[in-house]
Antibody, heavy 120, light 113 residues
Framework: EVQLLASGGGLVQPGGSLRLSCAAS????????MIWVRQTPGKGLEWVAG????????YYADSVNGRFNISRDKSKNTLYLQMNSLRAEDTAVYYC?????????????WGQGTLVTVSS | DIVMTQSPDSLAVSLGARATINCKCS????????????LAWYQQKPGQPPKLLIY???TRESGVPDRFSGSGSGTDFTLTISSLQGEDVAVYYC?????????FGQGTQVEIK
């Protein structure tokens, strides 16, 4: 059974940093692209970043480019999102999701999400 | 970025009736090389993550009831729920994964009339 368990969210001050993790199980982690998507409370979905199965390709939304870094550790079956220079508008529930195949594919499994609150 | 516009924003349908949600893309998401439309539909219920319903615009994900169907090509797509059930109350999102800058529609809330 595919499982994605996101963690690492919390309250952080503007300008601060946070690292999110997503522990994956139930599939061959390195074979699939992984994606972070966020959702502002009561609002819609926003893609944040994506990474290929090998980790060699990464893509970012303009809103986070230069501040966030997506990475993955094959030995730990874990996806990460390092978030720096956080802003109030980064406040959201962050979901990790698995691509059906490569980067250009729909997301067939999603974690439960972890809440990030940026506030002083 | 490809802008995805869904209509309507909300929809109230009687139990057993048909529900139709539209999604318009600002650019085509049809790959002419493989003839695939890079368009998916998700269902999200309160307090839950989104659930994949449809990918490649019209392929139903495993385990999804056959009352859900997707259609369209290029820039215009439709999600149809042929006979609305109580458990279908949710927000539905379209999503394009054609360019390596994924975008979502704003969502359509489906309720029971």
């Amino acid at each position: 059974e595919v499982q994605l368990l996101a963690s690492g969210g919390g309250l952080v001050q503007p300008g601060g940093s946070l690292r999110l993790s997503c522990a994956a199980s139930g599939f061959t982690f390195s074979n699939y692209a992984m994606i972070w998507v966020r959702q502002t409370p009561g609002k819609g979905l926003e893609w944040v970043a994506g990474i290929s199965g090998s980790g060699g390709l990464t893509y970012y939304a303009d809103s986070v480019n230069g501040r966030f870094n997506i990475s993955r550790d094959k030995s730990k079956n874990t996806l990460y999102l390092q978030m720096n220079s956080l802003r109030a508008e980064d406040t959201a529930v962050y979901y990790c999701a698995k691509g059906r195949v490569g980067l250009n594919s729909a997301m067939d499994y999603w974690g439960q999400g972890t809440l990030v609150t940026v506030s002083s | 970025d490809i802008v995805m516009t869904q209509s309507p924003d909300s929809l109230a349908v009687s139990l057993g009736a048909r529900a139709t949600i539209n999604c318009k893309c600002s650019q085509s998401v049809l790959n002419n090389s493989n003839k695939k439309n890079y368009l998916a539909w998700y269902q999200q219920k309160p307090g839950q993550p989104p659930k994949l319903l449809i990918y490649w615009a019209s392929t139903r994900e495993s385990g999804v009831p056959d009352r859900f169907s997707g259609s369209g090509s290029g820039t215009d797509f439709t999600l149809t729920i042929s006979s609305l059930q109580g458990e279908d109350v949710a927000v539905y999102y379209c999503h394009q994964y054609y360019k390596n800058r994924w975008t979502f529609g704003q969502g359509t809330q489906v309720e029971i009339k």
